[in-house]
């Protein structure tokens, strides 16, 4: 069985597309795997795997830290991922993203014959985010321009748009390298699209799931337009990672109409939560090329769970997906809920295709 290697240094609770992978793993009992990875900050459920040989975790830094605990903290994992490559001996790894590339760098170097690399970025990242991103980061990406992406023999995004995007910032790599992972969910989350509400209902259910900012998206102008349909449109909303002004925003609203779990959900308890609601919302105001062409997990989500979706015309990434139930919108200038969804029902599943296991199927077999 071989030694796999997974490099993440972002907290693996945050990212269920990587969570998903490595439960395809265990299901498939295909590698001897070790990840490496921090402590989630923010109070998520652990993620556990009684196949994996093991999760190793650091200290996550956290926004209070001042610069140079950060810097140290992000040291450690370095130097602690970089040991346990060194004693594991893995002969394939997989890190994602720049943040990640540090101690595989260094182990590949200089211990690096006869590895295959396989790099995945969650998200896509132009030289103006490095550019002002932090000094280390900025570091390692030279070392991935200059030798990682060179070495690999597979690089991911997660759609088309992103990978085109990252072609063009890196011409002399092979095309044959470069591949699109989509952020779909689990195949198990369609049996939740077998409980069907009834047609015909009068109050119309919409649910957003995931990070808010009022800076970053629209969220006070999707509020405001709840609050003017005066009933036919409740709005409920899960999300824990949220700054400051956005909480106290969401709580002085104080309307029967708009409810705020602070706790969000955690994220094998979605498909139960959604079957319950009509309308899934995606929010992003798409600021950078990363958020305008983005066709974010709870796209898929939300789809997968029977829901139809919202989102603002201003996110391109999201137009190749376009059926009658995925509505693009412009947040700052909405109409009556009657006239965006005439005649409304709800239905099963209209995105039985976007599973995890149909996403990783090429990837799984290329890390054979």
């Not at 997906?321 to 029902?345: A, C, G, H, Q, R």
């Amino acid at each position: 069985m071989k030694r796999l290697a997974v490099v993440h240094y972002l907290p693996l609770e945050f990212y269920p597309p990587a969570v998903n992978l490595l439960n395809a793993f265990a299901e498939k009992d295909l590698f001897n795997t070790k990840v490496w990875t921090t402590h989630n900050n923010k109070q998520r459920q652990v993620f556990k795997s009684p196949t994996l040989t093991s999760i190793s975790r650091t200290i996550a830094p956290k926004k209070k830290d001042n610069k140079g605990f950060r810097l140290l903290k992000y040291l450690l994992f370095n130097f602690k991922t970089f040991m346990g490559l060194l004693f594991f001996n893995p002969e394939v790894i997989l890190y994602y993203e720049s943040y990640s590339a540090g101690p595989v760098y260094w182990y590949l170097k200089y211990f690096g014959n006869n590895k295959r690399l396989f790099i995945h970025c969650h998200e896509y990242f132009d030289a103006q985010w490095y550019a002002k991103g932090m000094s280390l980061v900025k570091l390692y990406h030279t070392y991935e321009k200059n030798y990682l992406y060179p070495k690999a023999a597979w690089i991911s995004q997660t759609n088309t748009d992103r990978i085109q995007m990252f072609a063009s910032d890196h011409p002399k790599l092979p095309s044959g390298i470069l591949k699109v992972v989509p952020n779909y969910p689990p195949q198990d989350w369609l049996r939740h699209t077998n409980l069907i509400k009834p047609d015909g209902h009068t109050v119309i259910k919409t649910v957003y799931v995931g990070s808010l900012s009022l800076k970053d998206t629209f969220i006070k102008e999707y509020c405001d337009w709840v609050l003017k349909q005066n009933g036919k449109v409740y709005f409920h909303i899960y999300a824990y990672n949220l700054h400051d002004d956005t909480i106290a925003y969401l709580k002085s609203l104080n309307s029967d109409y708009i409810v705020f779990y602070t706790k969000g959900v955690e994220y094998n308890k979605m498909p139960a939560l959604l079957a319950d609601y009509d309308i899934g919302l995606i929010l992003y105001k798409a600021h950078t090329k990363n958020y305008k062409y983005n066709a974010p997990n709870k796209l898929f989500e939300y789809l997968v769970c029977g829901l139809k979706v919202f989102y603002p015309d201003v996110m391109l990434g999201i137009k190749p997906y376009i059926t009658e139930n995925i509505i693009p919108l412009n947040f700052k200038n909405m109409t009556s809920i009657d006239t965006l969804v005439p005649n409304f029902k709800t239905s099963v599943a209209s995105a039985t295709n976007y599973t995890a296991e149909e996403a990783f199927k090429e990837l799984l077999h290329e890390l054979q």
